[in-house]
């Protein structure tokens, strides 16, 4: 903390670093000139009580006023601090080379604890300061109490207990705190839910705002039982070691009233320990309140560390080769199985598979059958659990993740709704042209998008989300657009992955949409001889690609083109069959006349 608070701003810290010792010095001066004060009353000492006087009112004032002076430039460098820490944690949670720190329950809990706690850091930054000008208080006000009887250093010694069982307190919370880490994960998760314009739809049409409200007081409650309980116990530990410290109090101040009684010391002694030891009780608890802070500061901060090294194992080793310029033979999967991190059934086993260099390939399968997951692995979220994946030969393993992505592009079904102008919210899928206003609108063309700005007031300047008073908010279609024109940023990748980035749109439109992107896709790759991975479930709407792949049950269970699959009559030929039949019965059925046609079917 030391060190990042010097890093973030030296002539800050320097500037609060010299009024807090003027402060901290302050406090035991305060005692020092009461005892001068009470001493010249008593000596009925005119000019010296004078003198005591004043030095008693600047102490004090100096005691009050300076902290808050130090507190100014300190609060500006524990702002500046935190700021860089959550800068942090945004590119951790972001940075790393794969996706599983996300999806593991563990990691997820222990990663929103971390966001929650990060912007009290600063706080703990502050504390420094704070326990700097204690520590300066405690050392002036030991030696004067030593001066009067070396006993008396007894007093800041019986500080210790207290201060120890702080520690143990702080940890008995961060356990509770721990231990309620899911139901709390869950009462945010259901709270957003309940109070989020996109669920309420749903909440209300099944009737579980109820259902909703109990679940959240639930696990609330749930969570409130495990805090509270820790909170009590690390309460009860401080309070009992306070009680040792109050011993000591009692008999420090009759161990000076009885050196007074024997004449061996003044009535300003008396004043003066009675001050002291007043203040030492203070500091005593404002030490134990620090030491929770910092308690807290470094659970937050091992937390930090524990994240860097999370991400930092996921690094891969050994994965310096660059992506190739263009792929000249394809992409080869070997035995590939594949189990989600933190869970026991592979999703998929033994997949063998050429992706031939240039070529459309379409994945289709029933749902939870393994496409995405073949489709994440192939952008290299996660790495196979056996087998290998080869570009050209080169084990995919071995080429650096990001330089990988950056010849990927991509479009899921879980795509994101950036709420930026229509112009950035597609031209961030490629970041240095998110401002080129011919990229974005030609990357809308590929994506067969661009009727979607006759939508939009202000075209491409549109601000788009209702979160915004002048935001234009899009369909579930026009926001599908969006991620599609997104996806087609990327002029030249060598993987282009679209998952079901059409499932809005009824079948024949689907298809119709797929041959103009598997045209386009086919010009590309003359050049880039770059793949495109068309993942659907609809069998009637694929039959373009090179290369159909059914997956069902984590496998691979027939590959081929369309005619191949059709005359094996296999599962894509039972399913196509069956597919295109209730298209035909859907196009055959008759529609309801549009209503502008009524009045003249009337005459
Ligand atoms: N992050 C994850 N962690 C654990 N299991 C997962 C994860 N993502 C998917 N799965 C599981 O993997 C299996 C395959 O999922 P996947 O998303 O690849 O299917 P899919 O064929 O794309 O399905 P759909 O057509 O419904 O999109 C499913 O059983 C799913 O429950």
Same mark, same amino acid.
């Given at each position: 903390?030391?060190?990042?608070?010097?890093?973030?701003?030296?002539?800050?810290?320097?500037?609060?670093?010299?009024?807090? =010792? $003027?402060?901290?010095v302050?406090? !035991?001066l305060?005692? #020092?000139?009461?005892?001068? +004060? @009470?001493?010249?009353? %008593? &000596?009925?000492?005119?000019?010296?009580?004078?003198?005591?006087?004043?030095?008693?009112?600047?102490?004090?004032?100096?005691?009050?006023?300076?902290?808050?002076?130090?507190?100014?430039?300190?609060?500006?460098?524990?702002?500046?601090?935190?700021?860089?820490?959550?800068?942090?944690?945004?590119?951790?949670?972001?940075?790393?080379?794969g996706?599983?720190?996300?999806?593991?329950?563990?990691?997820?809990?222990?990663?929103?604890?971390?966001?929650?706690?990060?912007?009290?850091?600063?706080?703990?930054?502050?504390?420094?300061?704070?326990?700097?000008?204690?520590?300066?208080?405690?050392?002036?006000?030991? =030696? $004067?109490?030593?001066?009067?009887? !070396?006993?008396?250093? #007894?007093?800041?010694?019986? +500080? @210790?207990?207290?201060? %120890? &069982?702080?520690?143990?307190?702080?940890?008995?919370?961060?356990r509770?705190?721990?231990?309620?880490?899911?139901?709390?994960?869950?009462?945010?998760?259901?709270?957003?839910?309940?109070?989020?314009?996109?669920?309420?739809?749903?909440?209300?049409?099944h009737?579980?705002?109820?259902?909703?409200?109990?679940?959240?007081?639930?696990?609330?409650?749930?969570?409130?039982?495990v805090?509270?309980?820790?909170?009590?116990?690390?309460?009860a530990?401080?309070?009992?070691?306070?009680?040792?410290?109050?011993?000591?109090?009692?008999?420090?101040?009759?161990?000076?009233?009885?050196?007074?009684?024997?004449?061996?010391?003044?009535?300003?002694?008396?004043?003066?320990?009675?001050? #002291?030891?007043?203040?030492?009780?203070?500091?005593?608890?404002?030490?134990?309140e620090?030491?929770?802070?910092?308690?807290?500061?470094?659970?937050t901060?091992?937390g930090?560390?524990?994240?860097?090294?999370?991400?930092?194992?996921?690094?891969?080793?050994?994965?310096?080769?660059?992506?190739?310029?263009?792929?000249r033979?394809?992409?080869?999967?070997?035995?590939?199985?594949?189990t989600?991190?933190?869970?026991?059934?592979?999703?998929?086993?033994?997949?063998?598979?050429?992706?031939?260099?240039?070529?459309?390939?379409?994945?289709?399968?029933?749902?939870g059958?393994?496409?995405?997951?073949?489709?994440?692995?192939?952008?290299?979220?996660?790495?196979?659990?056996?087998?290998?994946?080869?570009?050209?030969?080169?084990?995919?393993?071995?080429?650096?993740?990001?330089?990988?992505?950056?010849?990927?592009?991509?479009?899921?079904?879980?795509?994101?709704?950036?709420?930026?102008?229509?112009?950035?919210?597609?031209?961030?899928?490629?970041?240095?042209?998110?401002?080129?206003?011919?990229?974005?609108?030609a990357?809308?063309?590929?994506?067969?998008?661009?009727?979607?700005?006759?939508?939009?007031?202000?075209?491409?300047?549109?601000?788009?989300?209702?979160?915004?008073?002048?935001?234009?908010?899009?369909?579930?279609?026009?926001?599908?657009?969006?991620?599609?024109?997104?996806?087609?940023?990327?002029?030249?990748?060598l993987?282009?992955?679209?998952?079901?980035?059409?499932?809005?749109?009824?079948?024949?439109?689907?298809?119709?949409?797929?041959?103009?992107?598997?045209?386009?896709?086919?010009?590309?790759?003359?050049?880039?001889?770059?793949?495109?991975?068309?993942?659907?479930?609809?069998?009637?709407?694929?039959?373009?690609?090179?290369?159909?792949?059914?997956?069902?049950?984590?496998?691979?269970?027939?590959?081929?083109?369309?005619?191949?699959?059709?005359?094996?009559?296999?599962?894509?030929?039972?399913?196509?069959?069956?597919?295109?039949?209730?298209?035909?019965?859907?196009?055959?059925?008759?529609?309801?006349?549009?209503?502008?046609?009524?009045?003249?079917?009337?005459?």
């Open positions: 903390m030391v060190a990042l608070a010097w890093r973030t701003s030296r002539g800050r810290i320097a500037l609060a670093l010299g009024l807090t =010792v $003027l402060a901290g302050s406090w !035991p305060v005692a #020092l000139a009461l005892r001068g +004060a @009470v001493d010249a009353f %008593v &000596a009925r000492d005119g000019s010296a009580a004078l003198t005591a006087g004043v030095l008693v009112a600047v102490s004090v004032i100096g005691a009050l006023v300076l902290q808050h002076f130090a507190y100014v430039p300190y609060a500006e460098v524990a702002e500046l601090a935190t700021l860089s820490l959550e800068a942090e944690l945004v590119e951790l949670t972001n940075g790393s080379a996706l599983a720190h996300h999806e593991r329950a563990e990691h997820a809990d222990r990663i929103a604890l971390l966001r929650r706690e990060l912007p009290q850091f600063g706080e703990g930054v502050i504390g420094l300061m704070t326990a700097l000008s204690l520590v300066v208080t405690m050392a002036i006000t030991s =030696v $004067l109490l030593a001066a009067l009887s !070396p006993w008396l250093l #007894l007093l800041p010694v019986a +500080a @210790v207990p207290p201060v %120890v &069982a702080g520690q143990f307190a702080q940890r008995r919370v961060d509770a705190k721990r231990a309620a880490a899911e139901d709390t994960r869950l009462c945010e998760h259901l709270f957003r839910l309940s109070t989020q314009a996109g669920p309420v739809k749903e909440l209300q049409l009737n579980l705002q109820g259902e909703i409200r109990r679940r959240h007081v639930r696990h609330w409650a749930g969570a409130g039982r805090l509270l309980k820790g909170e009590a116990s690390a309460a530990l401080i309070a009992a070691s306070q009680v040792a410290f109050a011993a000591a109090y009692v008999v420090a101040v009759l161990l000076v009233l009885r050196q007074a009684v024997a004449g061996d010391s003044g009535v300003g002694d008396v004043v003066l320990v009675l001050t #002291l030891a007043a203040q030492v009780h203070q500091q005593v608890s404002a030490g134990v620090l030491l929770q802070r910092f308690g807290r500061t470094s659970a901060m091992t930090l560390r524990w994240l860097r090294e999370l991400i930092r194992a996921q690094e891969p080793v050994g994965a310096d080769a660059a992506p190739p310029e263009r792929i033979r394809g992409i080869t999967l070997s035995g590939v199985s594949f989600y991190p933190g869970t026991r059934e592979p999703v998929l086993t033994g997949v063998d598979l050429e992706l031939p260099a240039g070529s459309v390939v379409a994945v289709v399968g029933e749902n059958a393994g496409k995405t997951t073949l489709a994440k692995l192939l952008c290299r979220f996660y790495d196979a659990t056996e087998g290998t994946i080869a570009v050209d030969g080169v084990d995919l393993a071995r080429i650096a993740p990001r330089a990988w992505r950056r010849r990927v592009t991509a479009a899921f079904q879980d795509f994101v709704r950036f709420e930026l102008t229509a112009r950035h919210a597609v031209g961030v899928g490629d970041l240095p042209r998110v401002d080129d206003d011919p990229a974005v609108l990357a809308l063309g590929r994506a067969r998008a661009d009727d979607l700005l006759d939508r939009l007031d202000d075209g491409l300047a549109t601000q788009l989300g209702k979160t915004w008073t002048e935001g234009t908010e899009l369909s579930g279609g026009q926001w599908q657009k969006v991620a599609l024109g997104r996806a087609m940023m990327r002029e030249q990748p993987l282009l992955v679209l998952d079901e980035p059409t499932s809005a749109l009824d079948a024949q439109a689907e298809q119709r949409l797929f041959e103009r992107y598997a045209a386009n896709a086919r010009r590309v790759a003359a050049a880039t001889g770059g793949i495109t991975l068309l993942v659907s479930h609809r069998f009637s709407t694929v039959r373009m690609a090179d290369l159909i792949l059914v997956v069902a049950d984590g496998r691979i269970t027939e590959a081929g083109g369309h005619d191949d699959l059709i005359r094996s009559g296999g599962l894509y030929a039972q399913l196509y069959a069956m597919q295109a039949a209730t298209y035909a019965r859907a196009a055959s059925i008759p529609r309801p006349l549009p209503e502008k046609a009524l009045p003249s079917l009337e005459k």
